[in-house]
Structure formats: structure tokens, C-alpha cells
């Protein structure tokens, strides 16, 4: 048999026969009723998977272990060098943490349907809050915490919720984050009334109550009855997690419950690679994707043991941490982003930490949520001397996209490539009018619908924003806002978005974002962002301003300024650091500003004179401005 045959045979009957298909890969789920449709077809673009059936995450995640001899097994890690902590929860102790959780969650008067959010740092309650929410049926939405007050207050007014959970603060390794008067002032802002919250009081700091509004989580949940699990549609949002839109308003993503579990449950063992009680580390955050999959669902449900980190890939204590957490936890794989291993390479070049440590039972690194750059790659595959799988990635779409499917059938890595498309996704690559392109040609990546279970329903309350977002240019697929091309083997590389998001350290941001807040400063008449190259982070912001005509302040009074108001308004993890005041921005005749023309400069790339351009002349100022401030050499 060739290599690639297995593989190519399970994508080929996931795509001639998927009802068929996900229907066999359910049977690894707990159904207290069975679907009457595996895939409802009759309102596209929006699918239903698993019509009719009945489940509960929770009870799939936990309680089923505990009942199927996995009681004792650990299931959950957590590990933080930040606090300097490490506990070990097994699935009986988190189930019955869970269940407490839900109780007292319960008595806030929160049940099925109805939103909860969650502004947490990554410790264990973190976890267990948002799998108490599922074992109600309650919907959770994370938000991370590098996110500033007014993020999470527009996600307050989009979902509703009649509870927040929180903590009195994050760790960064500078800085307490303090994180009850961002959750205080979100709330004040807010149209939505929140009536609950609850606090976790941690040790490095405590937070002021609101008296009649806010409940102390030990208080809380002394009183609290366990909750047993609710069983939910298959079709019902298990979550909602927010993404960077193109405009100030985030969109709801909304995961169902069904769908999801079958597709993490299958990816666990064919891409992972992962048996059930093997220790499996996703070095991500709970308020990304990545997180919401593979550090909370996929790992539980299928009865492996998960690691909660609460550190970072250098500096606690330094670049030998991950290897630490490998040996020390017996970790057999690994998912971060490329840019952690970035942050490694520059601190421990020739990877001299690693011998410190013992990583025998260490099998594989995956990497996702920037494109894994070839220098990187090899790095770690020659440190590692493992596979390094880079795999491809949408909080839209829940699970890998393309993948390198290690326990079903590793192929070959291709440097650059994100390998083969995972089961159920029909990948083309379209021209600007939707055509095909030919091997090897870049152009849109696009989904044929209906997309695999797990990847996204719908928008929350916005079914027209997700149709016109991102089913109606291609009309019969989904537009994936990234661009690549798919090689002779069928190999897809992803190389750049489409739109104006940009990836900073591996998280996505919205260009278009941050200029709304640019431009609500007093002085500014008109403004662009670019995301420029960066060695550790992939892509950083950098700011465009023009300003009113008749202000003579001086213009690094007005950088600084936008620089904070950014970090007040989207939050630190913007990472927005660098503003420069230009006379004008360079323009096409119709008024659209040349945002890749300005971003080729500013990284030194080969660029040509737009045709369509209104001014030549304003090129030569910004290239002229990106150079006195440092940012071009060419
Ligand atoms: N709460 C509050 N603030 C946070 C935060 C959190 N949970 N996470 C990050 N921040 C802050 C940081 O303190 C930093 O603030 P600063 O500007 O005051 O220094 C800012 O947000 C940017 O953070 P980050 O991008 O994480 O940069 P860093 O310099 O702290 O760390 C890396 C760099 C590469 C180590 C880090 O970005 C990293 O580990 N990235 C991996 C990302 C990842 O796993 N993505 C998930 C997709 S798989
Ligand atoms: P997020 O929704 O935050 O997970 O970000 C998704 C985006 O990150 C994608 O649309 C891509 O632009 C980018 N991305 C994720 N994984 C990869 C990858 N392996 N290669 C290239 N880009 C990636």
C-alpha cells in the first residue's frame, strides 16, 4: 500500500458517504437519545448535525470515565510556575468539583439555553466552569484575558448572560492583571444588565464586591447541591466564542454539542494520535479555540489526561519550561503556536535546556494558529527529533481544517504545508470569480458545504451576518478568509488572509479594529493599520495617522496616546505599540487605501506602483516616514 492510501480512502468515504461516515465515529459519544437525521440538509447553508439526538458534553467528558473505570485515572493537570502550583485532579474529583460548580451555578437561577461568561485566568476553575455550564446545558462564552473592559463589555450586550464567572486576577510575568474592575466597568458599560457575579478570590490579589450583585465562589459553592447532567439537542450552541470581525463587533461563533464531540473524539485518535489515559499537552489558552478543544473537550472526552498551563514557553522560569512540563507530566504530544517556539529558539538556540530533561514518551508537535514558517519547523524537528505537524485552524471551524493525521496515517511533511484536509472538508482553491484554480496556483481557500460536524452553525443571533460574512461570495461554499493553494498531492499551504485580520503572536486581530480606535482619537482625521513582519510575533500592528488640519501638537503626544487607547479599549494582547503621523495616505482614484502596498514597504518586500493610484507621490512620504522611523531599509 502506498503512503497516503489509508488516509485518502477515509477522506474519500468522508466525502462520497458522510452521513454514513460521522454516523460510525458517533458511536464513540454517549447518546441518552439517538439522532433521527445525521446531517439536515434542508436550509442551506445552515447543516444540522446529528438532528434529533440527545447528549450532554459533561456527562461525555466526565462522568461516563468515571462510571467506565477511569475513575482514579487523572484527569486533569494543572501546572503553574507562575504560582508556583501543581495539582492533579482524577476524573472522580473533577466530576464531582463539576458538579458542585453546576449546583451552585444552578441556584443563580442559570439553566438550559441560558449564557454564562467566563473572564478567567488558566486555573483549574477555569475548566471546571465551563464543563458545569455544559453538564446544564447552560452556554458558556470565554473571554480571554488579555481583552481590556470594553471587549468584554460588547460581549456582555451581544450574548446576554445572566452570570459571570471570574477571578480577582491573572498572572503575567510582569504584572498582576487585575481582573474584577475590568469585569466591574465591562458590566457598567454594558446595555445588558448582568445580574450575577461570581468571584474566585486568588491569593496575589482581592478584588472589591459589589454588594447584592456579586457572590464569593468558596461562599457560593460551600452552600451549593452537586448538579446532575442535562441532556441537550445535538444541534444546541454548547458555546459561544467571539472573533476578531472586521469591524469593533466581534463575532459570535457558535460551536453545537453533538457535532463537536464526535468530531473532537475522532480527531483525538486519528490526528493526535492520542489513546485514552496517555497525557496530552495543548500549551494553548481556555479563551481560544485551541483551549475550548484541546484543553478542555477533546483530551476528556476521550479519557486522556490534560495539562492546564499557566506559564509561558520562556521566562518562568525560562526556555526550558516546555521541557519540563514534557517530562515532568510524560506528555506524548504537544500543540502551541509557532511563535512559542520562536520565543524558545531565541532564548536556547541549540536547544542546550532540552538535555536536561527526559522526553522519551514524547511522540509529536503540533503547531497551529499562524503559519508554521519553515525555519521554525526545522528547528524543532531537528531538536526534537519528532514529528512537527503543522495543522490548520479557524475558531469558525472548531478542529483542523488539514492536519497530518498521526494515529490513522502519518505522510510525509512538507515544509510550509499544512498537509491534507481533515474528513468531511472539500477544499478548492477559487480565483476572484469563484473558479477552480490549477495545483500549485494561489488564490481563496474555500469548504464545499456542507463543512464537517464541529465547525460552526451559525453566528450567534446573527444568521445574516453569517451567510454574508462568509457563505455568499462563493455561493455553495464557505470562504475561509485565508488564501493558499493546494500542491499535485493534494497538500494545502496556507499563506496570508484575505481580509484585514492579522496574527500577532498567534492570536487573531482585526486591522480594521483597531482603526476604529485610532480614529476616535480628537486629532486624528483619518488613520490605517497594517500588521508588519515580526520575528518572535509573526505580525505586529503598526499605525497610520493623519491628523485634523490645525493640530500642532507634538506627534509623539499623539502616538502615545493611540497606543494607550488601544491598550484600553482591545486590551494588551493587541500588542499595538508603534503609531507614525503621515501628511496623507496613499489611495487608489476610488478612495481605498493601499494597505498591502504600505505593508510590503514597511517589510522590506519588492513592491510595484498600483496602477490605480491617485497620488505616486504620497508613496514616497510613506516610505520616506517608515524609514526615519526604522521600519524599512529598502
Ligand atoms: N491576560 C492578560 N494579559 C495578557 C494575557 C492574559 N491572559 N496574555 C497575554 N497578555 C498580555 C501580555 O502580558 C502582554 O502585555 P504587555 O504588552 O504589557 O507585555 C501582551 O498581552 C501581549 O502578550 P503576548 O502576545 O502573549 O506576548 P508575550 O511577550 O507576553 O509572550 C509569547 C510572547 C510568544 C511567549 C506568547 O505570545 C505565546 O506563548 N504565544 C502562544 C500563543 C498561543 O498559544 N496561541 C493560541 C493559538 S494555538
Ligand atoms: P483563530 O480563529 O484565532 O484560530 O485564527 C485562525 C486564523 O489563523 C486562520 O484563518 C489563519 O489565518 C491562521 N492560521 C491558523 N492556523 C494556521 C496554520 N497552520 N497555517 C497558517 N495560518 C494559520
Known amino acids: 500500500m502506498t503512503v497516503g492510501n489509508k488516509y485518502r480512502a477515509v477522506h474519500a468515504r468522508s466525502l462520497s458517504d458522510p452521513e454514513g461516515f460521522w454516523a460510525e465515529q458517533a458511536a464513540s459519544i454517549d447518546w441518552s437519545k439517538r439522532w433521527d437525521k445525521v446531517l439536515d440538509g434542508t436550509n442551506p447553508p445552515f447543516y444540522r448535525w446529528f438532528a434529533g439526538g440527545e447528549l450532554n458534553a459533561c456527562h461525555n467528558a466526565l462522568d461516563r470515565h468515571v462510571d467506565g473505570g477511569r475513575a482514579e485515572q487523572v484527569a486533569l493537570i494543572y501546572d503553574s510556575p507562575l504560582t508556583d502550583t501543581k495539582k492533579k485532579f482524577t476524573y472522580r474529583e473533577l466530576r464531582d468539583q463539576v458538579a458542585r460548580i453546576a449546583g451552585m451555578i444552578a441556584a443563580q437561577g442559570v439553566g438550559k439555553g441560558d449564557r454564562v461568561i467566563l473572564y478567567m485566568p488558566m486555573i483549574p476553575e477555569a475548566v471546571m466552569g465551563m464543563l458545569a455550564c455544559a453538564r446544564l446545558g447552560a452556554i458558556h462564552s470565554v473571554v480571554f484575558g488579555g481583552f481590556a473592559a ?37 458590566i457598567e458599560q454594558a446595555k445588558h444588565k448582568v445580574p450575577r457575579v461570581v468571584l474566585l478570590q486568588r491569593s496575589q490579589s482581592a478584588a472589591t464586591m459589589v454588594p447584592g450583585r456579586d457572590l464569593d465562589w468558596n461562599e457560593a459553592l460551600a452552600k451549593a447541591q452537586p448538579a446532575a447532567c442535562v441532556p441537550v439537542k445535538a444541534t444546541d450552541p454548547l458555546y459561544i466564542l467571539y472573533t476578531s470581525g472586521t469591524t469593533g463587533q466581534p463575532k459570535g461563533v457558535v460551536r453545537d454539542t453533538g457535532g463537536y464531540c464526535v468530531a473532537l473524539s475522532w480527531s483525538m485518535k486519528n490526528l493526535y494520535g492520542v489513546e485514552p489515559g496517555e497525557v496530552y499537552w495543548c500549551a494553548s489558552d481556555v479563551g481560544w479555540v485551541v483551549g475550548h478543544s484541546y484543553i478542555v473537550y477533546g483530551p476528556l472526552i476521550h479519557g486522556a489526561t490534560t495539562i492546564l498551563y499557566e506559564g509561558k514557553p520562556v521566562g518562568t522560569p525560562d526556555a526550558g519550561a516546555f521541557w519540563r512540563v514534557i517530562s515532568e507530566h510524560k506528555a506524548m504530544a504537544l500543540f502551541t503556536a509557532p511563535t512559542a517556539f520562536r520565543a524558545i529558539k531565541r532564548e536556547d538556540p541549540d536547544g542546550k535546556l532540552l ?28 531538536l526534537l527529533g519528532v514529528p512537527v505537524v503543522d495543522h490548520w485552524w479557524q475558531t469558525e471551524t472548531g478542529w483542523a481544517i488539514c ?23 472539500h477544499l478548492d482553491v477559487l480565483d476572484e470569480n469563484g473558479h477552480p484554480m490549477k ?39 464557505y470562504k475561509t478568509g485565508d488564501a493558499g493553494f493546494i500542491d499535485e498531492d493534494g497538500y494545502v499551504s496556507v499563506m496570508t488572509r484575505v481580509d ?38 509573526g505580525q505586529v500592528p503598526l499605525g497610520f495617522l493623519v491628523l485634523k488640519a490645525g493640530v500642532n501638537r507634538p506627534p509623539q503626544e499623539i502616538t502615545a496616546e493611540v497606543v494607550q487607547m488601544v491598550r484600553d479599549r482591545i486590551g494588551p494582547v493587541a500588542f499595538f505599540k508603534s503609531a507614525l503621523v503621515v501628511q496623507r495616505l ?7 487605501i493601499l494597505r498591502g502596498t504600505m505593508q510590503k514597504m514597511a517589510d522590506s518586500q519588492p513592491w510595484t506602483l498600483p496602477a490605480t493610484i491617485e497620488d505616486p507621490a504620497v508613496l514616497d512620504e510613506i516610505k520616506d516616514g517608515l524609514k526615519t522611523a526604522g521600519f524599512a531599509n529598502k
Open 500 to 537: 484585514d485580520v492579522i496574527n500577532v503572536a498567534g492570536h487573531r486581530l482585526s486591522t480594521g479594529q483597531i482603526e476604529e480606535v485610532l480614529g476616535a482619537h480628537n486629532d486624528v482625521a483619518e488613520c490605517a493599520v497594517i500588521g508588519i513582519a515580526d520575528e518572535l510575533k
Open 439 to 477: 495545483p500549485g496556483e494561489v488564490g481563496a481557500l474555500a469548504g464545499k458545504l456542507p463543512l464537517p460536524p464541529g465547525t460552526f452553525p451559525t453566528l450567534w443571533n446573527a444568521d445574516e451576518r453569517y451567510r454574508q460574512s462568509y457563505m455568499s461570495e462563493f455561493p455553495g461554499y
Open 403 to 425: 492536519g497530518n493525521f498521526q494515529g490513522l496515517e502519518p505522510m510525509p511533511v512538507k515544509l510550509g504545508s499544512t498537509s491534507v484536509p481533515s474528513p468531511g472538508w
Open 355 to 382: 538535555k536536561n530533561y527526559d522526553l522519551s514518551k514524547f511522540r509529536t508537535l503540533f503547531l497551529a494558529g499562524e503559519r508554521g514558517d519553515p525555519p521554525t519547523v526545522e528547528w524543532a524537528q531537528k
Open 586 to 592: 496613499p489611495k487608489t482614484r476610488s478612495g481605498k
Open 150 to 186: 470594553k471587549e468584554l463589555s460588547s460581549r456582555i450586550d451581544d450574548c446576554a448572560p445572566k452570570l459571570i464567572l471570574t477571578a480577582s486576577c491573572g498572572i503575567e510575568p510582569t504584572r498582576i492583571v487585575h481582573y474584577k474592575p475590568l469585569v466591574d466597568q465591562a
